[in-house]
Structure formats: structure tokens, C-alpha cells
């Protein structure tokens, strides 16, 4: 099962990836590289990384 999950996925960031580069040639709306990036934030925010950054912004406004 994770294995057919990563390969969904792998898929999904090949056709964002094109997406964006399509949009910028100007092969499709803007729409689509607006997608495509709002795939890959949500993927930055789900990973390792991503959720520590969240985090220190957090801590950084509460101490406000």
C-alpha cells in the first residue's frame, strides 16, 4: 500500500512540476503553476522541515 502511495504521489509532483513549467511557457493559464505550488507548499509543510519552520514561527509570534 505505501508503495502504491508513493507512486500516486511521485506522479502528482511530476504533473505539478509540468504544470508550472507549462504555465510559464505559456502553454496553460496561470492557474495551473498556481496549483502546482500550492502542491509543493502543502508538501514542504507536511515534511520534516516544514513542520519545524511552522513551528518556530509560532513560538517567534507568541512571544510577541
Known amino acids: 500500500m ?11 509532483d511530476a504533473a505539478a512540476a509540468a504544470g508550472i513549467v507549462a504555465a510559464l511557457v505559456g502553454w496553460l493559464p496561470a492557474i495551473a503553476a498556481a496549483l ?3 502542491w509543493y507548499l502543502i ?7 516544514g ?3 511552522i ?9 510577541r
Do not use: F
Not at 505505501?2 to 502528482?12: S, Y
Not at 508538501?43 to 522541515?49: C, G, H, L, N, V
Not at 513551528?55 to 512571544?63: D, E, F, N, P
Open 2 to 12: 505505501n508503495e502504491h502511495l508513493n507512486q500516486v504521489r511521485a506522479g502528482i
Open 55 to 63: 513551528q518556530w514561527v509560532r513560538s517567534r509570534i507568541s512571544k
Open 43 to 49: 508538501q514542504i509543510a507536511e515534511s520534516k522541515t
Open 51 to 53: 513542520r519545524a519552520a
Open 36 to 38: 502546482g505550488i500550492v
